[in-house]
């Protein structure tokens, strides 16, 4: 299975030329993350991998980005933290 957190960043990335400077700092500005939150998804992404919900490819890629997560170039950090969201939601309805 492709990786959809890469297929997702290519697919942000084009959108994220059609942007104006504010929309860019809007965006990003949303795509911070603080320590709790780096350490809850470094946790969903681990439950999520074992259960199958996501590859191995795909936790590699949100466990590498989270460590280093101020120098994620803008499309990913925008990706993963749409996929990362969505984990979240399953976590609340308890499938994770």
Known sequence: MANRLLISEAKIREKI???DAEGIRSLEKSSNLSLEEVVF???LKSIAQVKGLITAEEGST???ALLQWD?????LR?????GL???AK???KGVL
Do not use: D, F, H
């Open 17 to 19: 030329k059609t942007l």
């Open 90 to 92: 399953l976590r609340k």
């Open 78 to 82: 925008v990706s993963l933290t749409l």
């Open 62 to 64: 949100i466990y590498k």
């Open 71 to 75: 120098e994620v170039k803008l499309p």
């Open 85 to 87: 969201g969505e984990l």
């Open 41 to 43: 998804y470094q946790e």
